[in-house]
């Protein structure tokens, strides 16, 4: 059973920089695609990005050119750079891993969540 703990969340003005970790452990991290979504108050959940097992990327149009995923498979550890940040990037941001190779963009693909942790972004 992966499990995963996401950290790095915080009060940022609009324009600064925050990057996001998840920690995952439990399981053979490098083999899972990895995935970050977000929820803001009284929206649903939707995709932010994601990157394959064999560093392939793929990401929201919303987030595209500001925000950067990686992962580093020697510390189980998957990350989001977000840059230029905006008042309407405030939300919760949950971490997501997929056993299956291919990426994915839609909740349900993805099999194990991390708790989410707050970003938000004062205009």
């Known amino acids: 059973q992966l499990q995963l703990v996401e950290s790095g969340g915080g009060l940022v003005q609009a324009g600064g920089s925050l990057r996001l970790s998840c920690a995952a452990s439990?399981?053979?991290?490098?083999?899972?695609?990895m995935g970050w979504f977000r929820q803001a108050p009284g929206k649903e959940r939707e995709f932010v990005a994601t990157?394959?097992?064999?560093?392939?990327?793929y990401y929201a149009d919303s987030v595209k050119g500001r925000f950067t995923i990686s992962r580093d498979n020697a510390k189980n550890t998957v990350y989001l750079q977000m840059n230029n940040l905006k008042h309407e990037d405030t939300a919760v941001y949950y971490c997501?891993?997929?056993?299956?190779?291919?990426?994915?963009?839609?909740?349900?693909?993805?099999?194990?969540w991390g708790q989410g942790t707050q970003v938000t972004v004062s205009s």
């Open positions: 997501a891993a997929r056993i299956r190779l291919d990426i994915a963009t839609m909740m349900s693909e993805y099999d194990y």
């Open positions: 439990g399981g053979t991290f490098s083999r899972y695609v």
């Open positions: 990157i394959s097992w064999s560093i392939y990327t």
